[in-house]
């Protein structure tokens, strides 16, 4: 333990928490990454809650400032995702200059803040109108127009400028964000502008969370708990789901309404970061509670890991066993972007479930979806007769395949059988619980220290996702019928089992360790 930078009087700890810092950091850090998540997909939630109560005596209703479209609710994805797209790369830059634990307490402030304050921003609707009408750059003819201009005239390029300059000032030329138009529906009734902002903030938050995992993995993980480190740290999608969901969906029924749900989750994200700025550490070395024993164990047969070594972007840009992982990697983010930020639409809307209901029907999949990530993590480090390699390729070939499938059967489920829809639901989770012994291990054991850049590019593939999702739901379900959700699911089916390919092609050219690594 040469250089050591810790009092070695620690070596004597007893108790039921010596040697067990790694565990504590690891769910330390699964809950902060999930607390993020959960505030970017709150507001996917309360959607169904937030609008003007439909009045069968009355169905010429106006429409209330939150009645939002599809239309503008794929806006504002599309305005997180540029937030995430935009700050991958920075946050990459400042992880390898300073570490995970002032960036990463910084990035969950900016989500906590930012989901503390959606709700009075939601309310802004007049000086938003006014900054949307002053920064528009002309005038169009019509509601078309601006949507063409909004999908293909390049605004968003204008936007994530603004939002990268945003990232390094702050809380600079707040007004300058993402010229969104308010071309989709009456004044009275256009979201906020400030709301946007907001989306963008979060969205820029999100962007910190894959490199977080990738230096949690490969500084606190020994090799032997790869597969649980990599199953707990990605499982936040699930876990956001799961408490999101059913709190959000009670919380709005309440008498606090809509607007506590995201209180409360401002809350309980600012605590957490706090906790994690007080306990983390980049290195085990410079953990006080840090022990000889634990640490021997982090480091058996890792070799020598430098904590700010450069990284080989270009060999690892161009190795094709990273990019059969992002292949693999964009079927399984497109089947989780859209569970999670269309599942309590579909279910509502298409199967007609109540909104407690479509709460707890979008979290029991997820929940299942992480205990099978859990269950494969342990497995695929367990079991010890088949190779890394064979064993990537078999989880890989259930996650995408069978999900593929029931992808395929779940748009042509009737409405009446609703139940059986909830049941393919139930298994696509399932099944893509096994994604965990397969690309995500094959990165962090492939790139091993550089492993935080290669989880970053699964980042900004699901910014892709992002886009993608949203688009999908804006072109094709126009009058939200079944037929036009079918055609959805069939696009998903068919991704997720043209991955399988990728995982073949990572199973031919599989080697321990890549060439670009420097092992010492």
């Given at each position: 333990m040469n250089g050591r930078q810790i009092a070695t009087n620690n070596t004597q700890q007893t108790g039921c928490l010596s040697a067990r810092v790694r565990y504590i950091i690891l769910f330390l850090g699964s809950a902060c990454i999930s607390s993020i998540a959960s505030n970017m997909v709150v507001l996917n939630f309360t959607y169904i809650c937030m609008g003007t109560k439909p009045n069968m005596s009355d169905p010429d209703v106006e429409l209330g400032p939150y009645d939002y479209t599809e239309k503008t609710k794929s806006?504002?994805?599309?305005?997180?995702a540029v937030g995430t797209l935009v700050a991958a790369w920075p946050f990459h830059w400042f992880y390898q200059k300073y570490g995970a634990r002032y960036v990463f307490f910084l990035a969950g402030m900016i989500s906590t803040i930012a989901t503390g304050a959606l709700p009075l921003c939601a309310d802004l609707g007049f000086w938003a109108m006014i900054a949307t009408r002053f920064f528009q750059v002309r005038k169009y003819k019509n509601f078309r127009e601006i949507e063409r201009q909004l999908l293909f005239g390049g605004k968003f390029r204008h936007g994530g400028v603004c939002v990268y300059a945003s990232f390094y000032t702050i809380s600079f030329k707040f007004h300058s964000r993402l010229s969104l138009t308010t071309g989709l529906r009456p004044p009275s009734v256009t979201p906020s502008f400030s709301s946007r902002q907001i989306e963008?903030?979060?969205?820029?938050?999100?962007?910190?969370?894959?490199?977080?995992?990738?230096?949690?993995?490969?500084?606190w993980a020994s090799l032997k708990q790869h597969g649980l480190f990599i199953s707990l740290l990605s499982s936040f999608s699930q876990i956001s789901v799961i408490f999101t969901m059913p709190v959000a969906g009670h919380l709005c029924e309440s008498s606090f309404g809509?607007?506590?749900?995201?209180?409360?989750?401002?809350v309980i994200s600012g605590t957490l970061f706090c906790v994690w700025f007080y306990y983390y550490r980049n290195t085990p070395l410079k953990h006080p509670n840090m022990t000889d024993i634990e640490l021997e164990k982090i480091h058996r047969d890792k070799g020598s890991v430098k904590e700010k070594e450069p990284v080989p972007v270009k060999a690892?840009?161009?190795?094709?066993v990273m990019w059969a992982v992002w292949i693999s990697a964009f079927g399984e983010l497109m089947m989780s972007q859209f569970i999670v930020l269309y599942g309590p639409t579909y279910l509502k809307e298409i199967l007609d479930y109540p909104v407690t209901h479509a709460g707890y029907f979008v979290?029991?999949?997820?929940?299942?979806h992480l205990v099978f990530k859990i269950v494969s993590g342990l497995c695929s480090d367990r079991i010890k007769f088949l190779s890394e390699?064979?064993?990537?390729?078999?989880?890989?070939?259930?996650?995408?395949?069978?999900?593929?499938?029931?992808?395929?059967i779940l748009g042509y489920i009737p409405k009446?059988?609703?139940?059986?829809?909830?049941?393919?639901i139930l298994t696509i989770e399932c099944s893509t619980g096994f994604i965990c012994g397969g690309f995500y291990k094959c990165a962090t054991l492939v790139a091993r220290q550089h492993s935080h850049f290669v989880l970053s590019q699964i980042q900004f593939i699901k910014c892709v996702s992002l886009f993608i999702e949203p688009l999908l739901v804006f072109l094709i379900c126009t009058q939200g019928t079944l037929a036009e959700w079918r055609i959805v699911f069939i696009i998903h089916g068919v991704l997720l089992i043209g991955r399988i390919f990728a995982a073949k092609f990572i199973a031919f050219v599989f080697h321990t360790h890549a060439h670009f690594l420097r092992r010492e």
């Open positions: 806006y504002f994805n599309w305005a997180m963008i903030f979060q969205g820029v938050s999100f962007g910190a969370d894959f490199a977080a995992i990738g230096l949690i993995v490969v500084h809509w607007r506590s749900a995201f209180y409360v989750h401002a690892i840009m161009t190795n094709p979290a029991i999949p997820r929940a299942l390699k064979v064993k990537m390729c078999i989880f890989n070939t259930i996650a995408l395949t069978i999900s593929g499938i029931f992808f395929l009446e059988h609703k139940y059986y829809a909830l049941a393919a």
